[in-house]
Nanobody, 118 residues
């Protein structure tokens, strides 16, 4: 069973920065995609950024140029550096991990709150 450990988040002023981490403790193979989604109140969950095990990274349009995702395959972890945060970035951020074995599996973290407020 894959368990996701999320850390980071919190309260930051507009223009500030935060860092989120998501790790999968233990030895797991087939972790094809790891990344982050977010959901603001009364809005649909949206892509923030994901990274494949091969290093291909995809960003949501609203965070391009401001957020940077990195992945450490040896540690089964992803790190999201969020810069130039604005009010619209306020949301619960969820780590997402996709695992491909004989079939595909998807896992969500419990979510971490990011609040941008002055």
């Amino acid at each position: 069973q894959v368990h996701l450990m999320e850390s980071g988040g919190g309260l930051v002023q507009p223009g500030g920065s935060l860092n989120l981490s998501c790790a999968v403790p233990g030895r797991f193979t087939g972790l094809t995609v790891m990344g982050w989604y977010r959901q603001a109140p009364e809005k649909q969950r949206e892509l923030v950024a994901t990274a494949t095990s091969a290093g291909k990274i995809r960003y949501g349009d609203s965070v391009k140029g401001r957020f940077t995702l990195s992945r450490d395959n040896a540690e089964n972890a992803v790190y999201l550096q969020m810069d130039s945060l604005g009010f619209d970035d306020t949301a619960v951020y969820y780590c997402d991990v996709q695992q491909k074995l004989d079939v595909g599996y998807g896992y969500w973290g419990q979510g971490t709150q990011v609040t941008v407020a002055s």
